[in-house]
T-cell receptor
Framework: GESVGLHLPTLSVQEGDNSIINCAYS??????FIWYKQESGKGPQFIIDIRSNMDKRQGQRVTVLLNKTVKHLSLQIAATQPGDSAVYFC????????????FGKGTKLTVNP | GAGVSQSPSNKVTEKGKDVELRCDPI?????LYWYRQSLGQGLEFLIYFQGNSAPDKSGLPSDRFSAERTGGSVSTLTIQRTQQEDSAVYLC????????????FGPGTRLTVL
């Protein structure tokens, strides 16, 4: 069935350190993955996406890694800043499935100054 | 330009009452989505509109939930005979064409059913 989950519900890092947020998915048919950031009281904000024909994609201070062998997705944030504190969600779309995203429960990232 | 807007931002209602939640998508976006987010949880897909196609209602939890999208723009999510378990934040998102386009989310409507 469809499910997207997370290894850790919370993550606390020091300002300036690198952060790694993990996500596991169970549907090998998923072909599109997205990371969202949600700050308190706001709607989710797109961070970065990756398609299943790629293993890695880089953005500004963020990198998404996709390991299809173990069905694992990670978000790396370089030089984490206090403004990065938020809940991070991964989401997947299933190839050939309905046009909807399946979201994980989220990881709360806290950046300590 | 303007993002996705939702109204009201907060809604408190009594059990058994009907509520309507409104979403104004980004102009020109043909795809519109409704999600529900319970406290401390991820987003639960409710319904998806794409252009003039029949909406994907596969995520609606019961027949008390319905949604319309008039003129391919504004959408209204209606919950009839609200129950306490309906309490959640209801999020709307829009994208240019489909689900592999970036979805832009509104701020959500926090619904509290007493």
């Amino acid at each position: 069935g469809e499910s997207v989950g997370l290894h850790l519900p919370t993550l606390s890092v020091q300002e300036g350190d690198n952060s790694i947020i993990n996500c596991a998915y169970s549907n090998s048919a998923s072909d599109y993955f997205i990371w969202y950031k949600q700050e308190s009281g706001k709607g989710p904000q797109f961070i970065i996406d990756i398609r299943s024909n790629m293993d890695k994609r880089q953005g500004q201070r963020v990198t998404v890694l996709l390991n299809k062998t173990v069905k694992h997705l990670s978000l790396q944030i370089a030089a984490t800043q206090p403004g990065d504190s938020a809940v991070y969600f991964c989401a997947e779309k299933n190839k050939g499935g309905s046009e909807k995203l399946v979201f994980g429960k989220g990881t709360k990232l806290t950046v300590n100054p | 330009g303007a993002g996705v807007s939702q109204s009201p931002s907060n809604k408190v209602t009594e059990k058994g009452k009907d509520v309507e939640l409104r979403c104004d998508p980004i102009s020109g976006h043909t795809a519109l989505y409704w999600y529900r987010q319970s406290l401390g949880q991820g987003l639960e897909f409710l319904i998806y509109f794409q252009g003039n196609s029949a909406p994907d209602k596969s995520g609606l939890p019961s027949d008390r939930f319905s949604a319309e999208r008039t003129g391919g723009s504004v959408s209204t999510l209606t919950i009839q005979r609200t129950q306490q378990e309906d309490s959640a934040v209801y999020l709307c998102a829009s994208s240019l064409t489909g689900v592999t386009d970036t979805q832009y989310f509104g701020p959500g409507t926090r619904l509290t059913v007493l």
